[in-house]
């Protein structure tokens, strides 16, 4: 009887060491293994110091995390993906609820895109291969996706100066990504963003049915209040001339369902002055440059309101877009002479608004549409044009 309790105790103790070697021995099996994923990848290398496991909780962390782009001819590395870290994990709730999902949260990363080696015609390309690397580290499919103090970078290293374009502290949550609650909606899932912009402020809004074949969502943002001052060497380098004044804002609204979407962009710029004291030293031709783009400024903007403003829509399906040239061009007309447009989203696109059809407006000739705010048959402003503010909820003034 004695030698079948220590012989007992000796299994069970022997299992026990076993799990303890095991646990210990994991992080560097899955370090490993990471590792190995993160350098073998095509066009990318990348590289983790550590990770973490929290058996506990269904979870582990991958500490100080890279990605570069890699240049397949001479093998240079250019920056393009850096993480503090990356917690990967079951999600509780939806498991309550019975399904088997993770979640993602990433604490400071920071996403690059390079002119001439990730340019913004790959963001795409680059995303989907990013989604395949993830899915090397997380079995399961996500459905809830948390980004704290990010930031994002376009950087142009041939322009003179150097161009750095980034939005910092961003935060992006995801949630119900795989549905597994509000099954009846029809775009289940929602996503939220928000970040600095040169001392303004970017929010983002959207609703969407990530599961869809083809895409659907409905999204609105806006970028209020950035300082156009801290974009002067943007303007130096693709514009030759920089700005003493001014500060932007951008609107927009976009839907799509079926391959088809619609939406706008409604960039408005208030109080811009291009020539200012900073300038006395400049050669005649720079001189001359800033005084054409200075006049034209005060020629088109809205005096009353201080600002240079058009709305572009866009339409059409994601294989075959389709932009309104003369209708951008209508409406930076229209705010500097017949009524400011208002700096704020006008609420009109949705769902609904992908399906409608409104050859009539398309009928329209360039300077009937200049007079048709002043039918005889209705005098107020056609709809969605800006009299109301969604900023302040109240009828703004033109």
Do not use: C
Not at 48 to 67: C, E, H, M, T
Not at 105 to 116: A, G, M, N, V
Not at 328 to 343: S, T
């Amino acid at each position: 009887m004695q030698a079948k309790k220590k012989r007992r105790l000796f299994i069970w103790g022997t299992i026990l060491v076993a799990l303890i070697a095991v646990r210990l021995s994991l992080p560097a099996i899955v370090l490993h293994y990471a590792n190995k994923v993160l350098a073998g990848m095509d066009g990318y290398y990348g590289h983790v110091n550590d990770i973490d496991i929290d058996l506990y909780r269904g979870a582990y962390q991958l500490d100080s995390l890279y990605i570069n782009k890699q240049d397949s001819a001479s093998g240079k590395q250019t920056g393009f993906f850096r993480v503090k870290k990356i917690d990967l994990s079951i999600e509780w709730k939806s498991l309550w609820q019975g399904s088997l999902v993770g979640e993602l949260e990433f604490q400071s990363p920071s996403l690059i895109f390079t002119k001439d080696k990730t340019e913004i015609g790959q963001v795409a390309k680059d995303t989907n291969d990013f989604r395949k690397v993830l899915k090397h580290f997380m079995p399961l499919k996500i459905n809830r996706f948390l980004v704290n103090g990010g930031s994002i970078h376009y950087i142009d290293y041939t322009a003179s100066p150097k161009v750095d374009i980034a939005l910092h502290n961003a935060y992006i949550l995801a949630q119900n990504l795989k549905n597994t609650a509000d099954k009846k909606e029809k775009l289940p899932s929602d996503v939220v963003a928000r970040a600095n912009a040169y001392e303004g402020r970017l929010d983002m809004k959207m609703k969407l049915d990530a599961m869809a074949d083809k895409p659907a969502f409905d999204l609105s943002a806006e970028i209020r209040g950035a300082n156009l001052v801290l974009l002067n060497d943007f303007f130096k380098a693709y514009g030759k001339f920089d700005v003493s004044r001014g500060s932007f804002g951008l609107y927009t609204e976009f839907a799509a369902t079926g391959g088809k979407f619609k939406g706008y962009v409604k960039p408005i710029i208030k109080d811009l002055k291009v020539k200012g004291l900073e300038d006395r030293n400049d050669n005649f031709f720079q001189k001359a440059k800033e005084t054409v783009v200075d006049a034209a400024a005060f020629v088109l903007k809205n005096h009353k309101k201080e600002q240079l403003a058009t709305k572009i829509p866009v339409e059409g399906t994601f294989s075959n877009p389709s932009v309104d040239s003369w209708e951008a061009v209508w409406e930076v007309l229209r705010n500097a002479f017949i009524e400011a447009l208002m700096p704020s989203i006008d609420n009109e696109i949705d769902l609904s608004s992908v399906a409608e059809v409104q050859p009539e407006e398309k009928k329209k000739g360039f300077f009937k549409k200049i007079f048709s705010v002043f039918d005889k048959e209705d005098k107020k402003p056609q709809a969605g044009l800006g009299k109301y503010s969604t900023a302040t909820g109240k009828q703004g003034e033109d």
